[in-house]
């Protein structure tokens, strides 16, 4: 299976420099690159790829617009996108993830970590460490501007909502099987039946819920 991607950044080199780097992996395949947030969102409708890497700074219709749109869409939910920016913890990535990135990259990640990224989100998994997780879902909380309807969690089921705290601390379903003595096909199947039910996309999304929602306090771990 060959992962294909698109690239958005105002910056020639940059674009030039990841595509080089993907395009040599025999299971990836850049398919378009956009210097613009209008040249993204119309890139992705055209060529539907796997993963997007997103700056974020770009001239018009920036990044977190871009991401809005593409996210918004229903055709193209099977897309996932990555923010790729300068500084970890900036403001312009927890208004990314809000918008619905799948995770963030900083420009400086080593080559092997960004192909390695590529494969984590297309894969269907977060892209957030468990440290950086609690860091920047705190910031999230902190500028929640209302909860979600707390009905919304009613749906789950005393265990799926310890597992969605699991989720919440960054913990991959491996942690979550040892941390609640299940097995990590029953620690999955929990994440899976817990994405259906809240209507999310991914992990990353679980984990903004689980803030917003006051299931999970900042400074929990």
């Avoid at 992962?3 to 780097?21: K, M, N």
């Avoid at 620690?187 to 819920?209: N, W």
């Amino acid at each position: 299976m060959t992962i294909t991607i698109a690239i958005a950044d105002d910056q020639q080199l940059v674009r030039g420099g990841f595509r080089a780097l993907l395009d040599a992996e025999a299971d990836m395949r850049v398919v378009g690159e956009a210097g613009t947030g209008e040249g993204i969102v119309a890139l992705v409708e055209r060529e539907r790829p796997d993963v997007v890497l997103m700056d974020i700074r770009m001239p018009g219709l920036d990044g977190i617009e871009a991401t809005t749109r593409i996210v918004s869409d229903p055709t193209l939910s099977a897309t996932r996108i990555v923010v790729v920016t300068t500084f970890e913890l900036d403001d312009y990535v927890v208004a990314a993830i809000r918008a619905g990135a799948s995770g963030f990259l900083v420009k400086d990640t080593e080559p092997v970590e960004l192909i390695r990224a590529v494969r984590v989100v297309a894969g269907g998994d977060a892209l957030l460490s468990p440290g950086v997780t609690r860091r920047l879902l705190a910031r999230v909380a902190e500028g929640a501007r209302a909860p979600h309807d707390q009905g919304l969690l009613d749906s789950l089921t005393d265990r799926e909502r310890e597992v969605l705290v699991q989720v919440a601390a960054g913990r991959s379903n491996e942690e979550i099987a040892a941390e609640l003595f299940l097995s990590p096909l029953t620690a999955k199947t929990h994440v899976s039946r817990i994405l259906t039910k809240l209507g999310v996309r991914d992990r990353v999304q679980l984990v903004v819920l689980a803030y917003e929602s006051g299931l999970v306090k900042p400074g929990w771990h």
